[in-house]
T-cell receptor
Framework: DQQVKQNSPSLSVQEGRISILNCDYTNSMFDYFLWYKKYPAEGPTFLISISSIKDKNEDGRFTVFLNKSAKHLSLHIVPSQPGDSAVYFCAASSKVSNTGKLIFGQGTTLQVKP | GAGVSQSPSNKVTEKGKDVELRCDPISGHTALYWYRQRLGQGLEFLIYFQGNSAPDKSGLPSDRFSAERTGESVSTLTIQRTQQEDSAVYLC?????????????FGSGTRLTVV
């Protein structure tokens, strides 16, 4: 049962354009969402998060949007840079569980072409 | 330390052998997590430690898998009688508490290959 899904395994965009990565979830108990970025042979690094009480959170070039009714979140990167090329994972958690356990999607490989 | 340290970085073992994977979390981080990532898949939760106790070990795939943490610091993940399906990257992460404010910090992982 895949509770967090990233339906696009890969995405390719031109440098300077917008990258939009999508994520869907099924569990309505999830109330905290995160995006991680992963380079080969490294551990994932935290990028940005959003609580379910918000619908948008922005940090520099990165913005996460949350649509609770659709159980959908997206990560926008603008402008995209070649250094952004990596695997991006969305993850969800429930504060009720009080463990900080994350459920991850399968990841989307982003390639930003110079 | 400055980051989460995992050892070994790579491990090749024969089917049926036992392996131990080590994680040194960031000093002072009370929460510690183990995940694994099989080829082409997302990260799969294995176990969560708060201090030295494990209130959530629901992700351990079978009784061949066990983990412990001592001194609210180092954690060891042990896999007994390894099988080929255990091949994966095993990732450890730590945080001050949960992930609510800034996520947690992952190590670089141990790539386990069972031949």
């Amino acid at each position: 049962d895949q509770q967090v899904k990233q339906n696009s395994p890969s995405l390719s965009v031109q440098e300077g354009r917008i990258s939009i990565l999508n994520c869907d979830y099924t569990n309505s108990m999830f109330d905290y969402f995160l995006w991680y970025k992963k380079y080969p042979a490294e551990g994932p690094t935290f990028l940005i998060s959003i609580s379910s009480i918000k619908d948008k959170n922005e940090d520099g070039r990165f913005t996460v949007f949350l649509n609770k009714s659709a159980k959908h979140l997206s990560l926008h990167i603008v402008p995209s840079q070649p250094g952004d090329s990596a695997v991006y994972f969305c993850a969800a958690s429930s504060k009720v569980s009080n463990t900080g356990k994350l459920i991850f999607g399968q990841g989307t490989t982003l390639q930003v072409k110079p | 330390g400055a980051g989460v340290s995992q050892s070994p970085s790579n491990k090749v073992t024969e089917k049926g052998k036992d392996v131990e994977l080590r994680c040194d979390p960031i000093s002072g981080h009370t929460a510690l997590y183990w995940y694994r990532q099989r080829l082409g898949q997302g990260l799969e939760f294995l176990i969560y430690f708060q201090g030295n106790s494990a209130p959530d070990k629901s992700g351990l795939p079978s009784d061949r898998f066990s983990a412990e943490r001592t001194g609210e610091s180092v954690s060891t993940l042990t896999i007994q009688r390894t099988q080929q399906e255990d091949s994966a990257v095993y990732l450890c992460a730590s945080s001050l508490e949960g992930v609510w404010s800034y996520g947690y910090t992952f190590g670089s992982g141990t790539r386990l290959t069972v031949v």
